[in-house]
């Protein structure tokens, strides 16, 4: 959401587009010109305030206040805090992990036990911890990056690696387009960061298909899970037998 201090700067640069002077602009609101450069240089203001400057320079507030939200940098990554306020309910989890596929609010409750009302709730609680931006209608804009993902060592990296990864390879990885494959070898350090930029771009492959099949029929989907991965590292008991 955009802050007052936000919508005033734009507010400047609207001032200065109009070519409209402090004193037009007092004269419009009917205040002094020095009460009206004092005001836009403490940056905060009531929004009953910032709407009449709105109309004084024939602009939507809404409308500003959309393209504010539009301008404001993407999150690639959220605070330990804000992860912490994520894996504090299951059901937020889940649904902060369904945004980030860019689900509708109709398909998480056709998908899960979850009521229009509670879905509505945590799309709130999302809101409020900023990975988006709730609009009418129940929609939603994303606030993180392409590139987001979770910290490292952060509180939903450490849930999953807690409750979801023994889960996961406790599966035959033998069924219809399934697969493991582990593969170890010693290769240039050079070398390394091209693997992890093609790891990067499977990903992003696979999240853009993700985007584009949910056009199809629910019945035609089939929900996989994919983890690339891949560090420098040796089995514990491998390395405990090095020379």
Not at 13 to 27: F, P, R, V
Not at 78 to 89: G, K, M, N, P
Request: with cysteine.
């Amino acid at each position: 959401m955009s802050t007052t201090a936000d919508l005033i700067s734009a507010l400047k640069k609207e001032l200065k587009s109009a070519q409209m002077t402090y004193a037009d602009l007092a004269q419009a609101l009917d205040m002094a010109e020095s009460s009206v450069k004092r005001m836009l240089a403490k940056g905060d203001m009531p929004l009953s305030r910032i709407d009449a400057i709105c109309r004084a320079l024939k602009l939507d507030f809404a409308e500003l206040a959309r393209r504010v939200a539009d301008e404001q940098p993407l999150l690639s990554q959220l605070t330990a805090e804000q992860e912490r306020a994520v894996v504090q309910d299951e059901k937020l989890l889940l649904v902060a992990i369904n945004v980030l596929s860019q689900w509708t609010l109709e398909q998480i409750v056709a998908t899960y036990r979850l009521t229009n009302a509670e879905v509505i709730k945590y799309l709130a609680q999302l809101d409020r911890i900023g990975i988006i931006e709730l609009k009418p209608l129940n929609r939603y804009r994303l606030k993180v990056a392409k590139t987001f993902h979770w910290r490292p060592h952060g509180p939903v990296m450490d849930y999953f690696r807690e409750n979801v990864v023994l889960d996961y390879f406790s599966g035959g990885f033998d069924g219809h387009a399934e697969g493991l494959h582990l593969v170890h070898g010693s290769i240039g350090h050079a070398l390394a960061p091209s693997f992890l930029e093609r790891m990067q771009r499977l990903a992003q492959d696979f999240a853009q298909q993700h985007q584009a099949d949910q056009k199809q029929k629910k019945s035609d989907r089939k929900g996989y899970t994919m983890l690339l991965c891949m560090r420098e590292w040796e089995f514990a008991a491998f390395e405990r037998l090095r020379r």
